[in-house]
């Protein structure tokens, strides 16, 4: 169950109208992902990233991760951050009228609501936070119209994933860990790594201290034996 509270952007220049945007409040504390919530916040400050997908298995912790990136981005936004549930919406179609109603927007008589949405969101700094878009993937092309026609929309997406096939991979590898993996063997220092996967330095030393553990190893040498053994390169 959640509740909910109202987001004030305190950056200069917010509308009045435009500043009051709901996320909803998580009622226990956060256990971890720290280092995930710096990435991701770093990666949409990166002005060619208008558009980042959070995909993961049902229950994997998406919704929870994009509200506090949402929190944590609250101020930067200078017209604020939405969060539109898709959860309820099984029709493309749909995606347009949910993200309006989710912005308050009242319908315009017999103009038609994509060009009202579009009109409103032109000169606005905002983040959407769409939620749930699984069901809907084939609403892209709308997101894609709406990205470019609003300079200043960014879109932070959940959607679920089939389970991947971490299960898969020796030693208990996770997809991610192996792709470092593959990185490493390939000669990059670890700083090469983060640039290459765009995280922080210290996302990739947590990944190489956990994928270390996992081979029972100490060195990159060891480690990138194991990879060309297990055919992983
Ligand atoms: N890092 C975390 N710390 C504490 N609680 C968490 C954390 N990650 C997720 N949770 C809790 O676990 C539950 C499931 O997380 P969440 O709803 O974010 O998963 P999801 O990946 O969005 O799932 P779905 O695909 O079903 O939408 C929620 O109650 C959430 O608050
Ligand atoms: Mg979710």
């Known amino acids: 169950m959640q509740d909910k509270i109202i987001a004030f952007p305190k950056k200069r220049g917010a509308t ?6 709901y996320l909803p409040v998580s009622l226990t ?12 916040c770093a990666l949409l400050r990166r002005p060619e990233v208008r558009l980042l997908t959070l995909t993961g298995t049902g229950g994997v912790g998406k919704t929870r991760l994009g509200l506090e990136v949402a929190r944590e981005m609250v101020d930067e936004y200078t017209d604020g951050i939405c969060f539109v549930s898709l959860a309820p ?5 749909q995606v347009i009228p949910a993200i309006t109603q989710a912005l ?13 949405l579009q009109d409103y969101l032109q000169n606005r700094e905002m983040l959407l936070l769409l939620d749930n878009f699984e069901q809907i993937v084939a609403a892209a092309p709308h997101l894609a119209d709406l990205l470019a026609y609003c300079p200043e929309l960014h879109l932070l997406i959940t959607s679920r994933a ?32 983060a640039e ?3 995280v922080s330095p210290r996302t990739v030393n947590t ?9 029972q190893v100490t060195s990159r040498s060891a480690a990138t ?7 992983l390169v």
């Open 16 to 21: 009045e109208q435009a500043s009051q945007y």
């Open 29 to 40: 504390p956060l256990i971890g992902r720290e280092l995930e919530v710096i990435d991701i």
């Open 89 to 93: 919406v099984s029709d493309p179609e």
């Open 104 to 116: 308050g927007l009242r319908e315009t008589g017999d103009r038609p609501l994509r060009e009202h």
């Open 162 to 193: 089939p389970p991947d096939k971490a299960s898969t991979y020796p030693a208990g590898l996770s997809a991610r860990e192996v792709e470092v993996l593959r990185l490493l063997t390939q000669g990059l220092s670890d700083a090469e790594i």
């Open 196 to 198: 290459h996967l765009v």
């Open 207 to 215: 990944h190489l201290t956990s994928i270390y553990r996992k081979l």
């Open 225 to 231: 034996r194991f990879a060309i053994e297990h055919q």
